[in-house]
T-cell receptor, first 116, second 118 residues
Framework: GAVVSQHPSRVICKSGTSVKIECRSLDFQATTMFWYRQFPKQSLMLMATSNEGSKATYEQGVEKDKFLINHASLTLSTLTVTSAHPEDSSFYIC????????????FGPGTRLLVL | AQSVAQPEDQVNVAEGNPLTVKCTYSVSGNPYLFWYVQYPNRGLQFLLKYITGDNLVKGSYGFEAEFNKSQTSFHLKKPSALVSDSALYFCAVRVRGILTGGGNKLTFGTGTQLKVEL
């Protein structure tokens, strides 16, 4: 299957700072990337959908000014958590999908964010 | 709107025994169904998918799933469980053939923790 990487795998930051998480599709072109948040022992919560070269579409209740998403190329999307607070601590997972409705969505290994 | 139900939070099975993890779905249109597995502190790994064709789908690591349209189910099965199969399993659905709006998104179930014991 296709490979999606995320960097960093784990990050600890101070409250008020910004953190950038990268998501890369390593062996395919991802026309669409998704960002999820997962709380302990819970399912994935979709935060936003991004298509290469256009603005991300955010889910209801997700602050777009706080969670900045950029999908600058067909292999890279970034999520920046701005002015992070302890309640932003979570497991963030990206996924990527190629062109075509039948394409499978492949997931990255996730990034554990801890805001102190 | 689309939804997925995984009625069991946890499934326990002895190694060597068959396992079943249940999933039912609701979608407007034809479904595109997936199973993913998640190990602790990791992302989701793709196991298998159903698009169309044979109702029995075979996937990675010996897993298979059967699409049942009348029961709107897509249960995950394996003939002989291994301790290493212990993980969190997610069923997901999307509307087949649509890439815009809500059809663009995967809807996940709440997950089923599978525990395989010796």
């Amino acid at each position: 299957g296709a490979v999606v990487s995320q960097h960093p795998s784990r990050v600890i930051c101070k409250s008020g700072t910004s953190v950038k998480i990268e998501c890369r599709s390593l062996d395919f072109q991802a026309t669409t990337m998704f960002w999820y948040r997962q709380f302990p022992k819970q399912s994935l919560m979709l935060m936003a959908t991004s298509n290469e070269g256009s603005k991300a579409t955010y889910e209801q209740g997700v602050e777009k000014d706080k969670f900045l998403i950029n999908h600058a190329s067909l292999t890279l999307s970034t999520l920046t958590v701005t002015s992070a607070h302890p309640e932003d601590s979570s497991f963030y997972i990206c996924s990527a999908r190629g062109q075509g409705w039948e394409e499978t969505q492949y997931f990255g290994p996730g990034t554990r964010l801890l805001v102190l | 709107a689309q939804s997925v139900a995984q009625p069991e939070d946890q499934v326990n099975v002895a190694e060597g025994n068959p396992l079943t993890v249940k999933c039912t779905y609701s979608v407007s249109g034809n479904p595109y169904l997936f199973w993913y597995v998640q190990y602790p502190n990791r992302g989701l790994q793709f196991l298998l998918k159903y698009i169309t064709g044979d109702n029995l789908v075979k996937g990675s690591y010996g897993f298979e799933a059967e699409f049942n349209k009348s029961q709107t189910s897509f249960h995950l099965k394996k003939p002989s469980a291994l301790v290493s199969d212990s993980a969190l399993y997610f069923c997901a659905v999307r509307v087949r053939g649509i890439l815009t709006g809500g059809g663009n998104k995967l809807t996940f179930g709440t997950g089923t923790q599978l525990k395989v014991e010796l």
